[in-house]
């Protein structure tokens, strides 16, 4: 793997950027591998590095169909946080953050990390007392988060709609001052360079369309590109799960919707924090390029489009405009949509399956891109020991016999 | 956005009406009897099909009537519309992805 520094940047500055090498191997799949990834996105690739960095095994395929990231990874609104009410996902969303804050560092790659706080509204007396609890939940676990007053609000956030006779008044909100956001495409490219750099084959194009097995063991994949050899399978396939657990007869939680999102024409500097409304289902931050970054929410019914309905936008805009009236100026460059996998109780399932061999982490649902190192740092563990980290053990399929559900759909209540 | 035909209004906008999710999943006949893995497969376990859905959809801000649709989850088609009670119709859906 080349270095990226200033040097480089220099260096290739004079060949006009034309002679930079790339940033990753594109092979033919070999016949076999120890482990195969399925799945491309952030999560697939950040198992694949840290299988090869924590564990040791190399030989290992991260298989795509399409191309690196173009899942939900490359179409998330990239806020960052891990101010979660339940221990359980608190500490392994704590983990994927304090994994973030030394990625760009160790993968030698600028994911554009940006700790600008995300800050979450409350509207009346219940939201403050629900901020309230929550707050006080994740101090406990000791991790950062503050009340914050509704003038203190709005000195931080000068273009937010602070009237009294606001239809969505502010009472107050809780701020995480570590949280922000970072750049989705980076933080995929940044472990498929350096699991790539570590031996890892990253196969692009080739969809897998089948599971082979052996008595209960799995041994293999089909793909368009023809089977591939494994010793272990991770499915790490998002909107797909699915798709996928039916290949082995896996019935899961988990159904498909459209999460959307905007882009408004870039402006000066407005807005240098994250800012949601649980409430009116409203989240917005300001890119480097000056676009507002608008997220909305999924559409009830299940989907495999990766579009979503126009009453949703409209829904969240009409919110957004009262909130923050500079919106309503504003053009609208692009709309899109990732399909996302939502489980129950809004918490994803990290483990082991019936099949030997065979794991799966998926039902991030709409807020999986914070959680993608830490994600891929107890997936490499479970594949490579055979049986969860204590981060991700509450996180098993097994849990809906239990009962045991991690409930997170207040976790700030909004998709993201 | 989708054009729902209800049974009882004709068809109207979708935001007229409310997803309630995969439909045929008849409670169990003796609730009593059930193990706790059989409960996750009724409570929480579903299809969720990339192909023909049968959903159940409510008429929320019209006649307020349950019905049932087959509908495909990627290109959106609306297949079939039938009343509560009555057998999916045959859709030509892909049968490995919709066993039943
Ligand atoms: C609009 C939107 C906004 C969001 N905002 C946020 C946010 O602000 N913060 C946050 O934390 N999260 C957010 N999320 C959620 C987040 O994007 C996802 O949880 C996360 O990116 C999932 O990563 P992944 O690697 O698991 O999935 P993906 O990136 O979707 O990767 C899965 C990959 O599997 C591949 N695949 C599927 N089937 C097969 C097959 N058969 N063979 C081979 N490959 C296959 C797909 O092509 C895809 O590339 C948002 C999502 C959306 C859609
Ligand atoms: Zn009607």
């Known amino acids: 793997m080349k270095k990226y520094s200033i040097f480089s940047l220099v260096r290739n500055a004079v060949s ?4 930079w090498s790339e940033a990753w191997r594109s092979p033919e799949p070999k016949g076999a591998y120890e482990v195969v990834i399925v799945g491309g996105g952030g999560h697939g690739l950040a198992t694949a590095y840290y299988l090869a960095k924590e564990h040791g095994i190399t030989n290992v395929a991260v298989v795509e169909k399409g191309w690196l990231g173009l899942g939900n990874t490359g179409r998330n609104t990239t806020i960052i946080r891990s101010n979660y009410l339940w221990d359980e996902s608190a500490h392994l969303y704590e983990k994927s953050l304090q994994l973030y804050e030394g990625l760009s560092q160790e993968l030698n790659f600028n994911i554009m990390l940006s700790q600008r706080g995300c800050l979450n509204l409350a509207h009346n007396q219940h939201d403050l007392r629900q901020l309230s609890r929550r707050v006080n939940a994740i101090r406990l676990n000791g991790i950062d988060s503050e009340i914050l007053t509704a003038g203190q609000i709005k000195a931080l956030v000068p273009i937010l709609n602070c009237s009294p006779t606001a239809r969505y008044p502010v009472l107050g909100g809780s701020l995480q001052r570590r949280g922000g956001t970072a750049r989705h495409d980076a933080v995929a490219w940044a472990f498929a360079r350096a699991a790539d750099a570590r031996g890892v084959d990253i196969i692009q194009n080739c969809e897998v369309t089948g599971i082979r097995r052996d008595g209960g063991r799995v041994t293999g994949v089909e793909t368009t590109k023809g089977l591939i050899k494994a010793g272990k399978v991770g499915v790490v396939v998002a909107g797909h799960a699915s798709v996928l657990a039916e290949m082995v007869g896996l019935r899961l939680p988990i159904e498909s919707h459209p999460l959307q999102a905007l882009v408004s024409e870039p402006i000066k500097p407005v807005l240098d924090t994250v800012v949601m409304s649980a409430a009116v289902h409203v989240y917005l931050s300001q890119s480097d390029k000056g676009e507002l970054v608008l997220g909305a929410g999924i559409d009830s019914y299940n989907s495999y489009a990766q579009r979503g309905s ?20 504003l053009r609208m460059l692009r709309q899109w949509a990732g399909i996302v996998d939502v ?74 | 956005m989708l054009l729902i035909p209800c049974p009882w209004c004709g068809p109207r906008d979708e935001t007229e009406f409310s997803c309630g999710g995969e439909g045929h999943i008849p409670r169990p006949a003796d609730p009593a009897a059930l193990t706790d893995p059989e409960w996750a497969d009724y409570l929480f376990m579903r299809k969720n099909p990339k192909g023909v859905h049968t959903e159940r959809w409510v008429h929320s801000q019209g006649c307020r009537r349950w019905f049932n649709v087959a509908r495909h989850t990627v290109s959106h088609e609306i297949l079939a519309v039938y009343k509560m009670g009555e057998p999916p119709p045959e859709t030509g859906a892909d049968s490995k992805q919709n066993r039943t």
């Open chain 1, 310 to 329: 126009l009453p949703i936008i409209e829904h969240m805009l009409a919110a957004c405009v009262d909130l923050f009236p500079i919106v309503s100026r």
């Open chain 1, 343 to 416: 489980c129950p109780d809004a918490s994803p399932i990290v483990g082991k399956t019936p099949v030997e061999g065979f794991y799966v982490n998926f039902g991030w649902g709409t807020g999986g891109f914070k959680a993608t190192p830490g994600s891929g740092w107890v997936f490499a563990y479970t594949i490579a020991q055979d049986r969860p980290h204590p981060l991700n053990e509450p996180f098993s399929l097994e849990r809906f016999h239990t009962g045991y559900l991690v409930d997170e759909h207040g976790a700030a209540g909004v998709a993201h």
């Open chain 1, 16 to 19: 006009y950027h034309e002679r």
